[in-house]
Protein backbone atom coordinates (compact mmCIF):
# COMPACT_ATOMS: atom_id res chain seq x y z
CA UNK A 1 0.00 0.00 0.00
CA UNK A 2 1.22 3.41 -1.07
CA UNK A 3 0.37 4.61 2.40
CA UNK A 4 1.44 2.67 5.12
CA UNK A 5 -0.19 5.37 7.65
CA UNK A 6 -3.46 4.49 7.05
CA UNK A 7 -3.03 0.65 8.52
CA UNK A 8 -0.71 1.81 11.29
CA UNK A 9 -3.19 4.58 12.38
CA UNK A 10 -6.20 2.00 12.62
CA UNK A 11 -3.78 -0.50 14.46
CA UNK A 12 -3.35 2.37 17.04
CA UNK A 13 -7.15 3.63 17.32
CA UNK A 14 -8.53 0.47 16.85
CA UNK A 15 -5.75 -2.16 18.40
CA UNK A 16 -7.10 -3.97 15.55
CA UNK A 17 -5.33 -6.02 13.48
CA UNK A 18 -4.64 -4.88 10.02
CA UNK A 19 -3.68 -6.71 6.65
CA UNK A 20 -2.54 -4.99 3.39
CA UNK A 21 -0.27 -7.71 1.60
CA UNK A 22 -3.55 -10.18 1.78
CA UNK A 23 -3.38 -10.72 -2.07
CA UNK A 24 0.00 -12.44 -0.69
CA UNK A 25 -0.46 -16.80 -0.53
CA UNK A 26 1.95 -16.95 2.36
CA UNK A 27 -0.44 -14.08 3.69
CA UNK A 28 -3.09 -15.82 3.77
CA UNK A 29 -2.28 -19.33 4.94
CA UNK A 30 -0.42 -17.58 7.87
CA UNK A 31 -4.35 -16.15 8.91
CA UNK A 32 -5.73 -19.36 8.46
CA UNK A 33 -3.12 -20.83 10.85
CA UNK A 34 -3.17 -17.79 13.26
CA UNK A 35 -6.79 -17.33 13.50
CA UNK A 36 -9.04 -20.11 11.90
CA UNK A 37 -10.29 -21.58 15.05
CA UNK A 38 -12.66 -24.27 13.28
CA UNK A 39 -13.42 -25.31 9.48
CA UNK A 40 -16.71 -25.88 10.16
CA UNK A 41 -17.18 -22.90 11.83
CA UNK A 42 -15.52 -20.66 9.93
CA UNK A 43 -14.74 -21.68 6.37
CA UNK A 44 -14.08 -18.05 5.10
CA UNK A 45 -11.16 -17.89 7.57
CA UNK A 46 -9.18 -21.03 5.64
CA UNK A 47 -7.30 -19.74 2.87
CA UNK A 48 -8.47 -20.70 -0.18
CA UNK A 49 -11.98 -19.18 0.82
CA UNK A 50 -10.69 -16.12 2.02
CA UNK A 51 -8.77 -15.96 -1.32
CA UNK A 52 -11.88 -15.69 -3.47
CA UNK A 53 -13.45 -13.64 -1.04
CA UNK A 54 -10.51 -10.95 -1.38
CA UNK A 55 -10.41 -11.78 -5.42
CA UNK A 56 -13.95 -10.77 -5.39
CA UNK A 57 -14.48 -7.46 -3.19
CA UNK A 58 -15.25 -4.41 -5.32
CA UNK A 59 -14.47 -0.79 -4.92
CA UNK A 60 -16.22 1.52 -3.18
CA UNK A 61 -17.27 -1.03 -1.06
CA UNK A 62 -16.79 -1.35 2.87
CA UNK A 63 -17.22 -5.17 3.48
CA UNK A 64 -18.64 -6.10 7.30
CA UNK A 65 -18.47 -9.76 7.82
CA UNK A 66 -19.44 -11.75 10.69
CA UNK A 67 -18.83 -15.64 11.21
CA UNK A 68 -21.18 -18.06 13.09
CA UNK A 69 -19.90 -17.33 16.60
CA UNK A 70 -19.41 -13.16 16.01
CA UNK A 71 -16.14 -12.62 15.01
CA UNK A 72 -15.96 -10.10 12.87
CA UNK A 73 -13.67 -8.82 9.93
CA UNK A 74 -13.63 -5.90 7.89
CA UNK A 75 -12.53 -6.17 4.18
CA UNK A 76 -12.21 -2.85 1.54
CA UNK A 77 -10.07 -1.70 -1.14
CA UNK A 78 -8.05 0.80 -1.18
CA UNK A 79 -5.70 2.46 -3.84
CA UNK A 80 -6.54 -1.23 -6.07
CA UNK A 81 -5.50 -3.06 -2.80
CA UNK A 82 -7.39 -5.03 -0.36
CA UNK A 83 -7.25 -4.18 3.12
CA UNK A 84 -7.91 -7.47 5.89
CA UNK A 85 -8.66 -5.55 9.41
CA UNK A 86 -9.58 -7.89 12.18
CA UNK A 87 -10.59 -10.31 13.56
CA UNK A 88 -12.32 -8.18 16.52
CA UNK A 89 -15.62 -9.23 18.34
CA UNK A 90 -18.53 -7.04 19.10
CA UNK A 91 -19.67 -8.42 22.33
CA UNK A 92 -18.67 -10.23 24.93
CA UNK A 93 -18.72 -14.52 24.74
CA UNK A 94 -22.49 -15.54 24.58
CA UNK A 95 -22.27 -19.47 25.70
CA UNK A 96 -26.07 -19.63 24.72
CA UNK A 97 -25.57 -18.56 21.25
CA UNK A 98 -22.17 -20.48 20.94
CA UNK A 99 -23.95 -23.47 22.08
CA UNK A 100 -27.03 -23.13 19.39
CA UNK A 101 -23.95 -22.66 16.19
CA UNK A 102 -22.21 -25.74 17.58
CA UNK A 103 -24.81 -28.49 17.81
CA UNK A 104 -25.62 -26.94 14.39
CA UNK A 105 -22.34 -27.49 12.84
CA UNK A 106 -22.07 -30.59 14.47
CA UNK A 107 -19.47 -30.40 17.18
CA UNK A 108 -19.59 -31.55 20.69
CA UNK A 109 -19.06 -29.75 23.69
CA UNK A 110 -15.49 -30.84 24.04
CA UNK A 111 -14.71 -27.84 22.23
CA UNK A 112 -15.95 -25.17 23.95
CA UNK A 113 -13.21 -24.87 26.82
CA UNK A 114 -10.62 -23.51 23.85
CA UNK A 115 -13.53 -21.83 22.35
CA UNK A 116 -13.38 -19.49 24.55
CA UNK A 117 -9.88 -18.76 24.78
CA UNK A 118 -10.06 -18.54 21.47
CA UNK A 119 -12.94 -16.26 21.62
CA UNK A 120 -11.21 -13.87 24.27
CA UNK A 121 -8.28 -13.17 22.57
CA UNK A 122 -9.79 -11.43 20.28
CA UNK A 123 -10.55 -7.36 21.05
CA UNK A 124 -13.22 -6.70 21.94
CA UNK A 125 -14.37 -3.64 19.34
CA UNK A 126 -18.28 -2.28 18.31
CA UNK A 127 -18.68 -2.68 14.54
CA UNK A 128 -20.08 0.89 14.06
CA UNK A 129 -17.12 2.25 16.06
CA UNK A 130 -14.86 0.31 13.57
CA UNK A 131 -16.46 1.52 10.82
CA UNK A 132 -16.48 4.97 11.86
CA UNK A 133 -12.90 4.85 12.51
CA UNK A 134 -12.28 3.11 9.25
CA UNK A 135 -14.26 6.01 7.38
CA UNK A 136 -12.86 8.53 9.11
CA UNK A 137 -8.88 7.19 8.09
CA UNK A 138 -10.04 6.98 4.55
CA UNK A 139 -10.88 10.43 4.54
CA UNK A 140 -8.32 11.84 6.23
CA UNK A 141 -6.02 10.05 3.57
CA UNK A 142 -7.84 10.24 0.53
CA UNK A 143 -10.20 13.65 1.14
CA UNK A 144 -10.82 13.11 -2.52
CA UNK A 145 -12.38 9.88 -2.57
CA UNK A 146 -16.43 9.16 -3.15
CA UNK A 147 -18.13 7.79 0.35
CA UNK A 148 -17.56 4.21 0.48
CA UNK A 149 -20.84 1.85 0.55
CA UNK A 150 -21.75 -0.74 3.46
CA UNK A 151 -22.00 -4.52 2.65
CA UNK A 152 -22.83 -7.46 5.52
CA UNK A 153 -21.87 -10.95 5.02
CA UNK A 154 -23.49 -12.60 7.76
CA UNK A 155 -21.45 -16.04 7.07
CA UNK A 156 -19.67 -17.28 4.44
CA UNK A 157 -22.03 -19.10 1.21
CA UNK A 158 -23.10 -22.63 1.88
CA UNK A 159 -21.20 -24.28 -1.39
CA UNK A 160 -17.72 -23.35 0.18
CA UNK A 161 -18.37 -24.79 3.29
CA UNK A 162 -16.35 -28.18 4.11
CA UNK A 163 -17.86 -31.15 4.30
CA UNK A 164 -18.35 -32.52 8.23
CA UNK A 165 -15.24 -33.71 9.86
CA UNK A 166 -13.89 -36.97 11.85
CA UNK A 167 -15.71 -37.29 15.30
CA UNK A 168 -12.21 -38.97 16.50
CA UNK A 169 -10.11 -35.54 16.49
CA UNK A 170 -8.53 -35.14 19.75
CA UNK A 171 -8.57 -31.65 21.39
CA UNK A 172 -5.18 -30.45 21.76
CA UNK A 173 -4.19 -28.29 24.82
CA UNK A 174 -0.56 -28.79 24.74
CA UNK A 175 0.23 -25.26 23.15
CA UNK A 176 -1.88 -23.61 26.17
CA UNK A 177 0.10 -25.39 28.85
CA UNK A 178 3.85 -25.04 26.58
CA UNK A 179 2.92 -21.21 27.19
CA UNK A 180 2.27 -21.18 30.73
CA UNK A 181 5.57 -23.70 31.71
CA UNK A 182 8.05 -21.50 29.63
CA UNK A 183 6.04 -18.14 31.68
CA UNK A 184 6.93 -20.19 34.56
CA UNK A 185 10.12 -20.75 33.67
CA UNK A 186 10.75 -17.13 32.90
CA UNK A 187 9.57 -15.96 35.97
CA UNK A 188 11.42 -18.01 37.83
CA UNK A 189 14.42 -16.86 36.82
CA UNK A 190 13.75 -13.30 38.28
CA UNK A 191 12.28 -14.53 41.70
CA UNK A 192 16.04 -16.58 41.37
CA UNK A 193 17.91 -13.33 40.50
CA UNK A 194 19.48 -15.88 37.68
CA UNK A 195 20.93 -12.72 35.78
CA UNK A 196 22.78 -15.58 33.27
CA UNK A 197 19.33 -17.57 31.97
CA UNK A 198 16.74 -14.81 32.44
CA UNK A 199 16.92 -12.75 28.78
CA UNK A 200 17.29 -16.66 27.19
CA UNK A 201 13.88 -17.49 29.36
CA UNK A 202 12.35 -13.99 27.86
CA UNK A 203 12.95 -14.89 24.39
CA UNK A 204 11.95 -18.21 24.48
CA UNK A 205 8.51 -16.99 25.08
CA UNK A 206 8.59 -15.68 21.98
CA UNK A 207 10.58 -18.24 19.63
CA UNK A 208 8.15 -21.35 20.96
CA UNK A 209 5.59 -21.11 18.47
CA UNK A 210 3.49 -19.62 21.16
CA UNK A 211 3.49 -16.03 20.21
CA UNK A 212 1.20 -16.77 17.13
CA UNK A 213 -1.34 -19.10 18.81
CA UNK A 214 -4.56 -18.58 17.92
CA UNK A 215 -6.23 -19.41 21.59
CA UNK A 216 -4.12 -16.46 23.33
CA UNK A 217 -2.14 -14.45 20.91
CA UNK A 218 -4.39 -11.77 19.28
CA UNK A 219 -5.74 -9.10 21.40
CA UNK A 220 -1.72 -9.12 23.00
CA UNK A 221 -1.10 -7.17 19.63
CA UNK A 222 -1.84 -4.49 21.79
CA UNK A 223 1.82 -3.56 23.13
CA UNK A 224 -0.27 -1.21 25.72
CA UNK A 225 -1.83 -4.45 27.01
CA UNK A 226 0.78 -7.15 26.28
CA UNK A 227 3.36 -4.81 28.38
CA UNK A 228 0.82 -4.07 31.34
CA UNK A 229 0.38 -7.70 32.04
CA UNK A 230 4.22 -8.39 31.85
CA UNK A 231 5.02 -5.53 34.19
CA UNK A 232 2.31 -6.90 36.91
CA UNK A 233 3.92 -10.14 36.22
CA UNK A 234 7.82 -9.40 36.22
CA UNK A 235 7.24 -7.34 39.26
CA UNK A 236 5.81 -9.29 41.63
CA UNK A 237 8.14 -12.27 40.98
CA UNK A 238 10.97 -9.46 41.77
CA UNK A 239 9.25 -9.01 45.06
CA UNK A 240 8.34 -12.76 45.99
CA UNK A 241 12.32 -13.19 45.32
CA UNK A 242 13.28 -10.68 47.87
CA UNK A 243 13.83 -7.51 45.89
CA UNK A 244 13.17 -4.21 47.67
CA UNK A 245 9.22 -3.46 46.51
CA UNK A 246 10.67 0.70 46.94
CA UNK A 247 13.61 -0.43 44.06
CA UNK A 248 11.28 -2.87 41.87
CA UNK A 249 8.56 -0.17 41.87
CA UNK A 250 11.12 2.70 40.81
CA UNK A 251 12.95 0.26 37.91
CA UNK A 252 8.65 -0.80 36.65
CA UNK A 253 7.28 2.87 37.18
CA UNK A 254 10.45 4.61 34.80
CA UNK A 255 10.26 1.56 32.36
CA UNK A 256 6.56 2.43 31.50
CA UNK A 257 7.86 6.37 31.53
CA UNK A 258 10.14 5.33 28.93
CA UNK A 259 7.83 3.13 26.84
CA UNK A 260 4.73 5.43 26.79
CA UNK A 261 6.92 8.09 25.56
CA UNK A 262 8.95 5.79 22.63
CA UNK A 263 7.03 5.64 19.43
CA UNK A 264 9.70 2.87 18.41
CA UNK A 265 8.68 -0.61 18.40
CA UNK A 266 12.51 -1.88 18.51
CA UNK A 267 12.89 0.60 21.14
CA UNK A 268 9.91 -0.06 23.26
CA UNK A 269 10.84 -3.47 23.63
CA UNK A 270 14.58 -3.17 24.66
CA UNK A 271 13.61 -0.64 27.64
CA UNK A 272 11.25 -4.11 28.46
CA UNK A 273 14.21 -5.93 28.02
CA UNK A 274 16.28 -3.41 30.06
CA UNK A 275 13.38 -3.48 33.37
CA UNK A 276 13.43 -7.29 32.91
CA UNK A 277 17.17 -7.09 33.27
CA UNK A 278 17.56 -4.52 36.06
CA UNK A 279 14.32 -6.49 38.12
CA UNK A 280 16.27 -9.66 37.77
CA UNK A 281 19.48 -7.69 39.22
CA UNK A 282 17.86 -6.17 42.33
CA UNK A 283 16.87 -9.59 42.95
CA UNK A 284 20.43 -11.10 42.44
CA UNK A 285 21.88 -8.51 44.82
CA UNK A 286 19.23 -8.46 47.65
CA UNK A 287 19.97 -12.30 47.92
CA UNK A 288 23.30 -11.58 48.58
CA UNK A 289 22.76 -8.69 50.73
CA UNK A 290 20.35 -9.60 52.47
CA UNK A 291 20.11 -13.84 52.24
CA UNK A 292 20.98 -14.55 56.01
CA UNK A 293 18.54 -12.15 57.38
CA UNK A 294 15.04 -12.96 58.73
CA UNK A 295 12.16 -11.63 56.58
CA UNK A 296 11.38 -8.53 59.27
CA UNK A 297 14.89 -7.51 59.47
CA UNK A 298 15.04 -7.66 55.79
CA UNK A 299 12.01 -5.02 55.54
CA UNK A 300 13.76 -2.83 58.38
CA UNK A 301 17.53 -3.08 56.35
CA UNK A 302 14.79 -2.08 53.39
CA UNK A 303 13.52 0.86 54.88
CA UNK A 304 17.01 1.81 56.36
CA UNK A 305 19.01 1.89 52.75
CA UNK A 306 16.10 4.18 51.35
CA UNK A 307 15.35 6.77 53.86
CA UNK A 308 18.66 6.45 55.57
CA UNK A 309 18.54 10.56 55.84
CA UNK A 310 15.54 10.35 57.75
CA UNK A 311 15.10 10.29 61.35
CA UNK A 312 13.99 7.17 61.94
CA UNK A 313 13.28 5.88 65.13
CA UNK A 314 12.93 2.64 66.82
CA UNK A 315 9.74 2.94 67.31
CA UNK A 316 8.41 3.64 64.41
CA UNK A 317 10.83 0.81 62.46
CA UNK A 318 9.27 -1.94 64.96
CA UNK A 319 5.86 -1.26 64.43
CA UNK A 320 6.18 -1.63 60.39
CA UNK A 321 7.34 -5.33 61.34
CA UNK A 322 4.89 -5.69 64.05
CA UNK A 323 7.90 -6.47 66.74
CA UNK A 324 8.06 -4.47 69.80
CA UNK A 325 11.24 -1.98 70.40
CA UNK A 326 13.39 -4.11 72.55
CA UNK A 327 12.64 -7.17 70.39
CA UNK A 328 13.54 -5.36 67.26
CA UNK A 329 16.74 -4.32 68.88
CA UNK A 330 17.95 -7.66 70.08
CA UNK A 331 17.14 -9.30 66.67
CA UNK A 332 18.34 -6.62 64.33
CA UNK A 333 22.05 -6.93 66.56
CA UNK A 334 22.16 -10.63 66.50
CA UNK A 335 21.41 -10.79 62.61
CA UNK A 336 23.69 -7.83 61.56
CA UNK A 337 25.93 -7.60 64.17
CA UNK A 338 25.40 -4.03 64.73
CA UNK A 339 22.29 -1.94 65.69
CA UNK A 340 20.48 0.05 63.91
CA UNK A 341 22.12 3.09 65.12
CA UNK A 342 25.38 2.07 63.66
CA UNK A 343 24.12 0.72 60.57
CA UNK A 344 22.31 4.02 59.82
CA UNK A 345 25.67 5.51 60.57
CA UNK A 346 27.53 3.11 58.24
CA UNK A 347 24.95 3.73 55.37
CA UNK A 348 25.10 7.59 56.04
CA UNK A 349 28.89 8.01 55.74
CA UNK A 350 28.85 4.95 53.12
CA UNK A 351 26.62 7.63 50.89
CA UNK A 352 28.72 10.84 51.88
CA UNK A 353 31.90 8.50 50.87
CA UNK A 354 30.90 8.30 47.50
CA UNK A 355 29.52 12.26 47.13
CA UNK A 356 33.46 13.32 48.42
CA UNK A 357 35.15 10.88 46.32
CA UNK A 358 33.07 12.13 42.74
CA UNK A 359 32.11 15.39 43.38
CA UNK A 360 33.27 18.88 44.47
CA UNK A 361 30.21 19.60 47.33
CA UNK A 362 31.07 20.85 50.19
CA UNK A 363 31.64 19.06 53.08
CA UNK A 364 28.89 21.08 54.77
CA UNK A 365 26.16 20.21 52.02
CA UNK A 366 26.72 16.42 51.87
CA UNK A 367 26.67 16.05 55.41
CA UNK A 368 23.25 18.11 55.45
CA UNK A 369 22.10 15.46 52.57
CA UNK A 370 23.23 12.40 54.40
CA UNK A 371 21.21 13.49 57.09
CA UNK A 372 23.96 15.27 60.07
CA UNK A 373 22.79 18.83 60.46
CA UNK A 374 25.43 19.58 62.85
CA UNK A 375 28.84 19.27 60.62
CA UNK A 376 30.96 18.80 63.64
CA UNK A 377 29.32 15.03 64.60
CA UNK A 378 29.16 14.53 60.69
CA UNK A 379 33.10 14.84 61.13
CA UNK A 380 33.39 12.90 64.15
CA UNK A 381 30.87 10.25 62.90
CA UNK A 382 32.65 9.87 59.42
CA UNK A 383 36.19 9.55 61.00
CA UNK A 384 35.01 6.85 63.43
CA UNK A 385 33.84 4.62 60.34
CA UNK A 386 36.40 5.53 58.16
CA UNK A 387 39.46 6.50 60.30
CA UNK A 388 39.92 9.86 58.78
CA UNK A 389 37.56 13.21 58.23
CA UNK A 390 36.19 13.62 55.61
CA UNK A 391 38.55 16.17 54.18
CA UNK A 392 41.48 13.57 54.52
CA UNK A 393 39.13 11.12 52.20
CA UNK A 394 38.52 13.36 49.84
CA UNK A 395 42.04 14.59 49.36
CA UNK A 396 42.77 10.66 48.90
CA UNK A 397 40.12 9.38 47.23
CA UNK A 398 39.36 12.75 44.68
CA UNK A 399 38.21 11.00 41.35
CA UNK A 400 37.56 7.70 43.04
CA UNK A 401 34.86 5.73 43.30
CA UNK A 402 34.02 4.95 46.77
Excluded at 235 to 240: C, L
Excluded at 293 to 312: F, N
Excluded at 351 to 358: H, P, Q
Aim: with cysteine; net charge neutral.
Amino acid sequence: MNNPLFASSIRNLLHINVITDVQNEECVRRFEDSFCYNARLQPMFLAKNLSHLITDIQDGILYEFRDAIGICLLLMRIEEEPVLIGPFVRREFDAARVHRVMISRGLSASYEDLLRLYYSSFPLCSVSHAIDTVLAMVKTFWPEKEEFRLARIDDYPEKHKLPKEASSEILDYSILYRRYDLENQFLSCIERGDTENVMTAYRQIGTAGITENRYTNAIYQNPSVGFAMLRVLVRKAAESGGASIIEVNEITQRALQLAMAEPNYTKKMQIIQNMIMELTEAVDQARSRLRDYSTPIRKVVEILRHSYAQELTLPYLASQVNLSPSQLSRRFSKETGMSITQYIAATRCEEAALLLADSEISIQQIAAYVGYMDNNYFVKVFKRQYGMTPSEYRKKNAGKKA
